[in-house]
């Protein structure tokens, strides 16, 4: 999909992946963004170019106010690209259904009722939704087991609902492996978070997004190490559990604690 003069919603643009695709999303002629952050101070606001939106996108409510927003504002959508995410890096010991839902409900809920907005907005308009799932989709990293469900849970529904999609839709779905920001800090509420591996920089990761969204493609694999590997380890699963388990071996500060 040409970029050109589009009208785009990013949401969690603040920072990370997000930040990096904001800015150069907002290179291109005639584009205008939504961009979208639960504190808008480090978005970049270019008149008539980025219009920095604060809303809580974890609910129906912050979700419906995004569109409505960018409805009023730059008349219609091309664009949602759902972005937003968080994780924990714990041990579960103790049930506390509030503390998984907080991360489903933005992990999953959230872009899944956004591609139910933008789809019915949009009738049979071109349209592209583009989707961060991660590459923690695919593969099991201990002291991650909700964000990984999370993000499992999106990759099948991104892959089962192709065979619904409609034939006006683009519809990417996005594999990154960790990346150098403070979201494994966040994570855990600590520094000095050892990341998984292997770890990509930010600005890498939203050339190739945003490339692969001219190009039209279905998924996005910004690390080639990762591209090519999982195929390799889903062949020898034993690849996969030694992985894993070497994961468990780094944080198994995490898994005490």
């Known amino acids: 999909m040409d970029l050109t003069n589009k009208?785009?919603?990013?949401?969690?643009?603040?920072?990370?992946?997000?930040?990096?695709?904001l800015l150069l999303?907002?290179?291109?002629?005639?584009?205008?963004?939504?961009?979208?952050?639960?504190?808008?101070?480090?978005?970049?606001?270019m008149k008539g170019v980025i219009y920095p939106f604060a809303?809580?996108?974890?609910?129906?409510?912050?979700?419906?106010?995004?569109?409505?927003?960018?409805?009023?504002v730059l008349g219609g959508v091309d664009v949602f690209?759902?972005?937003?995410g968080f994780a924990y890096i714990e041990k579960l010991d103790k049930p506390d259904w509030e503390h998984a839902q907080r991360i489903f409900d933005l992990n999953v809920f959230s872009p899944v009722y956004a591609l139910e907005r933008l789809t019915s907005i949009n009738g049979n308009s071109p349209t592209a939704f583009v989707c961060t799932v991660s590459g923690a989709g695919l593969v099991s990293l201990p002291a991650y087991s909700l964000y990984c469900s999370t993000k499992a849970a999106l990759h099948h529904f991104i892959e089962t609902y192709?065979?619904?999609?409609?034939?006006?839709?683009?519809?990417?779905?996005?594999y990154p492996v960790a990346t150098r920001t403070d979201f494994f800090d966040k994570a855990a509420s600590e520094k000095a978070t050892p990341l998984p591996f292997p770890a990509q920089d930010t600005k890498t990761v939203a050339k190739k997004i945003v490339r692969g969204i001219e190009k039209g493609k279905k998924t996005i694999y910004p690390s080639l190490l990762f591209r090519l590997g999982y195929p390799v380890g889903r062949a020898?699963?034993?690849?996969?559990?030694?992985?894993s388990l070497l994961e468990k071996r780094k944080v198994k500060k995490w898994l005490k604690d």
């Open 81 to 84: 690209i759902a972005n937003a």
């Open 236 to 243: 020898f699963p034993f690849l996969l559990k030694g992985y």
């Open 162 to 174: 192709r065979y619904e999609q409609k034939r006006n839709l683009q519809l990417t779905a996005v």
């Open 25 to 45: 999303l907002s290179k291109y002629k005639q584009v205008q963004i939504v961009a979208v952050a639960r504190h808008t101070e480090d978005i970049p606001e």
């Open 7 to 21: 009208k785009i919603i990013l949401t969690g643009a603040s920072a990370g992946i997000g930040l990096e695709m």
């Open 55 to 72: 809303a809580d996108a974890s609910n129906q409510k912050g979700v419906d106010s995004i569109f409505d927003f960018a409805i009023q």
